[in-house]
């Protein structure tokens, strides 16, 4: 009886040791899993997306916005015309980004810093979004002709806060509100100060291919405005180190401060431009 | 007598018990060498327990930690290669044999069980060393883990030449559980 007894504990301990070893373990171990990948790139479409470059990481956007698709044959629906971004984004580390670009629109310069504050995450210690601050200064390059503007004229700030959540592998949505302010504007029907809250999604189709959609709902357009609200959809390709977003939205603007305030395509009325974003990422810095 | 061995054996029980080890220290590296591009990427977040009265023998790598030269790698490795979102551990549960607990020096030994990654579990055979020392226990090993083997898809567009197969170097520094 008693070597009953004897084996019986025996046996009990080693089932216990053979099954609980490795859950002992994930007891033991601190769990906490951030989140990543939640958008493809540094835009969603027009305006950006939560994710900063990685430390050391430098990125070259080339986008592209062709006329619109209403103008018909004669223009080839909109790729005569063009308008042209070329930029620059750098990571300060991984999560302080720096960025410079130029655009063809009103020859304007902007450059910006964004700084992701909070990281979704879960397990022991839980977030349940990735939360990214940004500002930006544009400045509308004087042209020979001289115009009466002073320096301070030419310039328009931009602040913005973007609310991520990566709700699966597949799917991730944000808000972003933000707040334009243009020292000078130019018509009566214009506000110096704008404030819009842009929706934005993307949902992937296959590992390298996903499609997204932005929409910009302005809080505060002047009563006479006849800009409207922009409007975006695209299919983004990742092919390793590139980025291609091919879109298609109502706004030539490639930066905040115009998709916000001067939006001048009717979506629902064929002003619709095709454009592209190509993104190229380097590491030129070390990580560690 | 009976009470005897009934003593002896509990006391072994109790030994047992103490005869457990914690990771210390880990280092998980691993090694792809194509043709266009060598990527390697290390993990020190591995955590481990290793019993020595049974020889058993667990470990788990979280697969966000690996560290990479490029951020893009990481990610690559995580959204598309190891889909970590969905299976965001791998583990090894086993038991190691071919030791013995009061040699010097290092010794080689292997580890047997059930190696889990990309959610696909494996048994395999892990040849490496153990060695006892100062009360700590050092387990270093190599390996080669083929992708196709845990379901580990390459996609058609992505630039980079993969090996199909990538060389794992584990070590593990235990110390004795308090």
Same mark, same amino acid.
């Given at each position: 009886?008693? @070597?009953?007894?004897?084996?019986?504990?025996?046996?009990? $301990?080693?089932?216990?040791?053979?099954?609980?070893?490795?859950?002992?373990?994930?007891?033991?171990?601190?769990?906490?899993?951030?989140?990543?990948?939640?958008?493809?790139?540094?835009?969603?479409?027009?305006?950006?997306?939560?994710?900063?470059?990685?430390?050391?990481?430098?990125?070259?956007?080339?986008?592209?916005?062709?006329?619109?698709?209403?103008?018909?044959?004669?223009?080839?629906?909109?790729?005569?015309?063009? =308008?042209?971004?070329?930029?620059?984004?750098?990571?300060?580390?991984?999560?302080?980004?720096?960025?410079?670009?130029?655009?063809?629109?009103?020859?304007?310069?902007?450059?910006?810093?964004?700084?992701?504050?909070? @990281?979704?995450?879960?397990?022991?210690?839980?977030?349940?979004?990735?939360?990214?601050?940004?500002?930006?200064?544009?400045?509308?390059?004087?042209?020979?002709?001289?115009?009466?503007?002073?320096?301070?004229?030419?310039?328009?700030?931009?602040?913005?806060?973007?609310?991520?959540?990566?709700?699966?592998?597949?799917?991730?949505?944000?808000?972003?509100?933000?707040?334009?302010? @243009?020292?000078?504007?130019?018509?009566?029907?214009?506000?110096?100060?704008?404030?819009?809250?842009? =929706?934005?999604?993307?949902?992937?189709?296959?590992?390298?291919?996903?499609?997204?959609?932005?929409?910009?709902?302005?809080?505060?357009? $002047?009563?006479?405005?006849?800009?409207?609200?922009?409007?975006?959809?695209?299919?983004?390709?990742?092919?390793?180190? $590139?980025?291609?977003?091919?879109?298609?939205?109502?706004?030539?603007?490639?930066?905040?401060?115009?998709?916000?305030?001067?939006?001048?395509?009717?979506? =629902?009325?064929?002003?619709? $431009?095709?454009?592209?974003?190509?993104?190229?990422?380097?590491?030129?810095?070390?990580?560690? | 007598?009976?009470?005897?061995? +009934?003593?002896?054996?509990? +006391?072994?029980?109790?030994?047992?018990?103490?005869?457990?080890?914690?990771?210390?220290?880990?280092?998980?590296?691993?090694?792809?060498?194509?043709?266009?591009?060598?990527?390697?990427?290390?993990?020190?977040?591995?955590?481990?327990?290793?019993?020595?009265?049974?020889?058993?023998?667990?470990?788990?790598?979280?697969?966000?930690?690996?560290?990479?030269?490029?951020?893009?790698?990481?990610?690559?490795?995580?959204?598309?290669?190891?889909?970590?979102?969905?299976?965001?551990?791998?583990?090894?549960?086993?038991?190691?044999?071919?030791?013995?607990?009061?040699?010097?020096?290092?010794?080689?030994?292997?580890?047997?069980?059930?190696?889990?990654?990309?959610?696909?579990?494996?048994?395999?055979?892990?040849?490496?060393?153990?060695?006892?020392?100062?009360?700590?226990?050092?387990?270093?090993?190599?390996?080669?883990?083929?992708?196709?083997?845990?379901?580990?898809?390459?996609?058609?567009?992505?630039?980079?030449?993969?090996?199909?197969?990538?060389?794992?170097?584990?070590?593990?520094?235990?110390?004795?559980?308090?």
């Amino acid at each position: 009886m008693k @070597r009953l007894i004897l084996l019986l504990t025996f046996a009990g $301990h080693q089932v216990y040791a053979q099954d609980d070893l490795l859950s002992e373990l994930e007891k033991k171990s601190d769990d906490t899993e951030y989140a990543f990948a939640t958008f493809k790139g540094t835009r969603v479409i027009n305006g950006f997306s939560v994710e900063t470059k990685g430390k050391g990481e430098l990125e070259f956007i080339f986008a592209h916005r062709f006329g619109t698709l209403n103008e018909g044959s004669y223009t080839l629906w909109g790729l005569d015309d063009s =308008f042209v971004r070329l930029g620059l984004e750098y990571g300060l580390t991984d999560r302080l980004g720096i960025g410079l670009g130029r655009t063809s629109i009103d020859n304007t310069i902007d450059s910006y810093l964004r700084y992701k504050l909070f @990281r979704q995450s879960k397990g022991t210690s839980s977030f349940p979004f990735t939360i990214t601050v940004a500002g930006t200064i544009n400045y509308k390059t004087p042209s020979t002709k001289g115009e009466a503007l002073t320096s301070e004229d030419r310039i328009a700030y931009v602040g913005q806060l973007n609310l991520a959540r990566k709700f699966s592998s597949k799917f991730s949505a944000q808000l972003t509100p933000m707040i334009v302010h @243009r020292n000078t504007v130019e018509q009566s029907y214009e506000n110096n100060d704008d404030a819009a809250l842009a =929706f934005a999604a993307r949902y992937k189709v296959t590992k390298s291919v996903s499609v997204s959609g932005e929409y910009n709902y302005r809080l505060s357009p $002047h009563t006479d405005s006849p800009y409207f609200d922009a409007i975006g959809f695209g299919v983004d390709i990742e092919t390793g180190g $590139h980025v291609f977003q091919l879109v298609f939205t109502n706004t030539r603007g490639m930066f905040d401060r115009w998709v916000v305030a001067e939006t001048s395509g009717d979506f =629902f009325d064929g002003d619709i $431009h095709f454009g592209f974003n190509i993104t190229r990422v380097f590491q030129i810095g070390k990580r560690k | 007598m009976r009470l005897g061995v +009934c003593i002896i054996l509990t +006391c072994f029980f109790v030994n047992g018990n103490a005869q457990k080890f914690t990771t210390e220290k880990s280092q998980i590296t691993f090694f792809s060498d194509a043709a266009i591009e060598d990527i390697a990427a290390t993990n020190i977040k591995a955590a481990g327990l290793f019993d020595v009265s049974t020889s058993e023998i667990v470990f788990s790598v979280p697969i966000k930690d690996f560290e990479f030269e490029k951020s893009l790698m990481k990610e690559h490795f995580n959204e598309k290669y190891m889909e970590s979102d969905k299976y965001p551990k791998s583990t090894f549960k086993g038991k190691v044999a071919g030791y013995d607990v009061s040699k010097p020096g290092k010794q080689t030994a292997t580890a047997k069980g059930t190696l889990t990654i990309h959610g696909i579990s494996k048994e395999v055979d892990i040849p490496g060393t153990v060695q006892f020392e100062n009360g700590k226990v050092l387990i270093d090993a190599v390996f080669k883990v083929k992708l196709a083997d845990y379901k580990i898809k390459i996609p058609q567009l992505l630039w980079q030449n993969i090996a199909e197969e990538v060389e794992v170097k584990l070590n593990f520094e235990f110390k004795a559980q308090s």
